[in-house]
């Protein structure tokens, strides 16, 4: 069994800042890709950054202001983000591709962690 459990929403002022993490535990043999989707109220789950190996890449809306990192030891995924506007305002949600010991390309997905930016 493999779970995804995010940490760091919370409510900040417009051009603040907060720092999302979302590990991953359980039966894992390795993982492929990690990614943070957000859902805003009455909108569709959409990407914000996804990173897998080397590569990352961004929303064109948080470009310049949000980063993903990993930590592989800690099969761990983070988002700084920075620069927080109003319309950043939503649910984050934690996403892992993984491979275990009897499935590959496992997509699993975090109960998802409320970010309120107040203008």
């Known amino acids: 069994q493999v779970q995804l459990v995010e940490s760091g929403g919370g409510l900040v002022q417009a051009g603040g800042s907060l720092r999302l993490s979302c590990a991953a535990s359980?039966?894992?043999?390795?993982?492929?890709?990690m990614a943070w989707y957000r859902q805003a109220p009455g909108k569709q789950r959409e990407l914000v950054a996804h990173?897998?190996?080397?590569?990352?890449n961004y929303a064109d809306s948080v470009k310049g202001r949000f980063t993903i990192s990993r930590d592989n030891a800690k099969n761990t995924v983070y988002l700084q983000m920075n620069s927080l506007k109003a319309e950043d305002t939503a649910v984050y949600y934690c996403y892992a591709d993984v491979d275990t010991v009897i499935k590959s390309n496992l997509e699993k997905w975090g109960r998802g962690t409320l970010v309120t930016v107040s203008s």
């Open positions: 990173t897998s190996g080397s590569s990352t």
């Open positions: 359980g039966s894992i043999f390795s993982i492929n890709a």
